[in-house]
């Protein structure tokens, strides 16, 4: 999966980014590695995306958001913790 397509609300691991030297340094400065977590905050229509990385907030045009691939996380649902 990549970022662009990261549902509101979800949140990812970085789990590659692009290749180019200046990108990869770009996406780096702002905090964006392989290993990062990331949430996405806005993404609608055609405009930029925003993500939540290490507690700020970034905008990405989409065209960069679609060559950053992401692993979703499991989303912790609160099933099985009854109390008796």
Known sequence: MTLDVLPPGRRAVVASVPDGVGLR???????????????????????????????????LGRGVAHHIGVEPMEEARGEGHRSS
């Not at 340094?25 to 930029?48: C, D, F, K, N, Y």
């Open 25 to 59: 340094r770009r996406l780096a400065g702002m905090g964006l590695t392989v290993g990062t977590e990331v949430q996405s905050v806005i993404s609608r229509g055609r405009g930029p995306i925003v993500v939540a990385v290490r507690q700020t907030r970034l905008a």
